[in-house]
């Protein structure tokens, strides 16, 4: 059977190219989903091109068309759930449940966006100067370039595709080269949709390549980037030096403190969800688990006894709560961590078993005995491991929590109402969890982070708009 090949897509036609890589599913090696083109910096170049000139006409299409070319989007999204769920997760490794669900949500993106279109409304004053009238209105930055990881193949486009073509902006979409099965689904149900050519490219390919030509590029106007703190501060510096508007959304080393007066079956059910569900491979995991003295040695059972039943298998088979982390470098990074934390002192109680089966398969790991200070507790691993760090008191929690460069997600178990708030107060974070998961957020309402995990504006929700637009103030002479 010949070997299934997909190409970018520049200005409204699927374009190949020279070089192609294959996908291979983490859950089974011997399984390619095809051969995807490399684009190199020439066609980055071309694809910034076709996006600036289409971006005008995209931006005068009208509210009501936009609305509709979104909601077709999500449309669509929604009802493929599916199957397109299933593929994400043969390519990324995440049990059909989430990749089905990651779709779904994806089209939920479009939607919500699809409502903003026709939201865009500006202000007007009144001068302090007699006869003259002031309006503020929002318009598109113009080219905005995105750049997203493999561990959300399809939300993560979505949440940042669908606000950049709501507010009237082109778009230049390179995925991570990991998955860009996800990536072509989403650009075919773009491509059929009524765009001006060029409003939409998507560019597969290296970061080191590809990316590279999209972020130094002086003709973008806006950069949208999740991946790594690495990554991020790179692309920080080329940014700058065009003066380029940029959103980055990095890692982080999340954790749940679970409180004396704590349910613990909840707090267990949250550490487990939170740590280990996507193989640990989600930038809200918990992989630090703060825990009282009083409730530590019943908490700690209680995770265990979860572990234990937990299926760890090939993504598409129906029973799978866990499968394979992503590749063969995942799964190394993450057995050294597990190596870095044993030399450290900490003690690997349960899982951290790896198959030696067709994928890269490995049981979650808990460590215990482990301190703040040790590098598995400082280092975001990216995997299904988690360390339990044991403190006196609530005092102590907060500021082990805190004591990280990271800040994206932080949970509590308690049922005090008077801990409860004061952590939602102090948790030097962007999302708090009270009961819940560290990971797991909507898409109505912002998302990101403080310290080195986010750097400017929010993503999702309202305040998305700050990103793909800026205000232009205008005074008109009335009498
Ligand atoms: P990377 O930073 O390695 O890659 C992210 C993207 O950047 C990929 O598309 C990559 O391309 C691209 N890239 C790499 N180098 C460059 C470059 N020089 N110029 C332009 N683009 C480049 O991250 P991962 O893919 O490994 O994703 C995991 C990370 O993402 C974790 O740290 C995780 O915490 C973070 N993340 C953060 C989230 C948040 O909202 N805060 C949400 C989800 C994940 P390629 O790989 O194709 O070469």
Request: contains cysteine; negative net charge.
């Amino acid at each position: 059977m010949a070997e299934a090949r997909f190409d970018n897509f520049i200005d409204g036609q699927w374009i190949g190219s020279t070089d192609r890589i294959p996908n291979v599913s983490p859950s089974d090696t011997s399984d390619v989903l095809g051969h995807y083109a490399q684009a190199d910096a020439a066609q980055g170049r071309a694809a910034i091109s076709a996006a600036t000139t289409a971006q005008p006409s995209w931006q005068a299409s009208g509210l009501e068309h936009r609305y509709k070319v979104l909601m077709s989007i999500g449309d669509e999204l929604i009802a493929r759930s599916e199957e397109l769920g299933d593929q994400l997760s043969r390519e990324e490794g995440k049990p059909i449940a989430e990749g089905r669900g990651e779709v779904y949500r994806s089209g939920q993106f479009f939607h919500y966006f699809a409502a903003e279109v026709l939201r865009q409304m500006g202000d007007t004053a009144d001068s302090v100067r007699p006869g003259i009238e002031v309006e503020t209105r929002r318009e598109p930055m113009g080219v905005v370039v995105v750049i997203t990881p493999w561990n959300f193949p399809m939300a993560t486009a979505a949440w940042k595709i669908a606000p950049a073509l709501a507010f009237g902006n082109s778009v230049v979409f390179k995925p991570a080269n990991l998955v860009p099965a996800s990536a072509v689904a989403l650009t075919e149900i773009i491509s059929r949709q009524d765009l001006p050519a060029g409003t939409f490219n998507l560019v597969m390919g290296s970061g080191s390549e590809v990316g590279e030509a999209l972020i130094t590029s002086p003709d973008v106007d806006a950069i949208t980037f999740t991946g790594s703190l690495q990554t991020g501060k790179h692309i920080a510096m080329a940014a700058a030096a065009n003066l380029t508007k940029f959103q980055l959304e990095m890692g982080s080393k999340n954790a749940l403190v679970v409180l004396d007066d704590a349910d613990l079956d909840i707090a267990a059910d949250c550490a487990v969800n939170g740590a280990f569900f996507g193989s640990g491979q989600k930038c809200t995991a918990s992989s630090r688990l703060i825990v009282t003295a009083a409730v530590h040695d019943e908490f700690v059972d209680k995770v265990c006894q979860r572990m234990s039943k937990l299926k760890v298998g090939h993504a598409l088979d129906a029973d799978t709560q866990i499968g394979p982390v992503v590749d063969a470098g995942q799964l190394a990074q993450n057995l050294k961590y597990l190596e870095i934390g044993a030399a450290e002192g900490a003690q690997l109680v349960c899982g951290g078993e790896v198959d030696d089966g067709k994928g890269f398969y490995m049981t979650p790991a808990l460590l215990l005995n482990s301190t703040n200070d040790m590098k598995i507790n400082r280092d975001e691993v990216f995997g299904p491991i988690a360390c339990v760090i044991k403190v006196a008191d609530y005092e102590e929690a907060l500021t082990t929590l805190n004591d990280t460069e990271y800040g994206l997600t932080a949970g509590v178990v308690t049922q005090s109402l008077r801990e409860a708030s004061h952590f939602k107060r102090h948790a030097k974070t962007g999302c708090v969890m009270v009961n819940l998961p560290t990971a797991g957020t909507d898409y109505h309402v912002p998302f990101g982070g403080r310290k080195s995990s986010s750097y400017g504006s929010r993503e999702q929700g309202q305040y998305a708009v700050e990103f793909y637009t800026e205000i232009k103030t205008t005074y008109i002479r009335s009498a």
